[in-house]
């Protein structure tokens, strides 16, 4: 099974190189990146390291669609540049795509070794199980077809990433992988950590509230979270 690994970007110089090492050590098949106007050498870095680089710049839905378009496996790994390899992502990626009973899923989220991190991933695991439904810091995968079936991501949404894996669940199982990814906290960091859980917290009840077309008012919100 091929797995095309689709990385969206914009300013991350500092981080995709150590992500296209780690992803080429593991034997990645295809890296598409998928660049959103960055005004440092993101594209460049990329280039070095072996991936393909396509640029849209309407936004993370549609850098996201583009790169799947793009993409030549069968399945598609959606993966942050700010994440951390803990494993070879691949052979969990096959297993949970080998039973057919599912069409997708995302790994186990872990934040960082301190204890705050590790309470808040307890947290998002717990509610990605309970659910059934990963968010994109947790690497979610999908047979390529599945997600083009489904119409891939929307941009009505207010988070996207949940939105999808919502509908995938109309063709089939979605999993959370007992592996762990780490994303970095650095929003967390940013914006101070009890805020940045707090306004998470408010971001995923607005979703449920209004699954098609965010509220004003929480878009302003995620907006604040990821300008700061």
Not at 93 to 114: C, H, M, Q, T, Y
Not at 162 to 186: N, T
Not at 198 to 213: K, T, V, W
């Amino acid at each position: 099974m091929r797995i095309s690994t689709l990385i969206p970007t914009k300013n991350e110089e500092a981080r995709i190189g150590p992500l296209l090492d780690a992803l080429r050590s593991y034997g990645a098949q295809e890296v598409i990146v998928c660049d959103g106007s960055s005004t440092d050498r993101t594209r460049e870095i990329a280039q070095e390291k072996g991936a393909r680089v396509i640029v849209e710049t309407g936004g993370l839905a549609a850098q996201l669609n583009a790169a799947a378009r793009e993409a030549s496996g069968e399945g598609v790994f959606f993966l942050s540049a700010d994440s951390t390899l803990l494993c070879d992502p691949y052979p969990p990626i096959r297993k949970a795509l080998s039973n057919p009973k599912n069409v997708g899923g995302g790994f186990s989220l872990d934040l960082g070794e301190d204890i705050q991190w590790k309470i808040i991933s307890l947290g998002a695991n717990f509610r990605a199980r309970r659910m059934g439904l990963p968010m994109g810091d947790q690497g979610i995968f999908l047979w390529r077809d599945s997600f083009l079936r489904i119409g891939g991501f929307r941009k009505g949404p207010l988070l996207p990433d949940l939105d999808l894996m919502d509908r995938a669940r109309d063709l089939g199982r979605v999993v959370i992988l007992k592996e762990k990814l780490r994303s970095s906290p650095r929003r967390y960091e940013e914006n101070g950590l009890l805020r940045n859980w707090l306004a998470n917290q408010m971001l995923l009840a607005a979703h449920l509230q209004f699954p098609d077309r965010a509220p004003k008012w929480a878009e302003g919100l995620l907006k604040r979270l990821r300008r700061r």
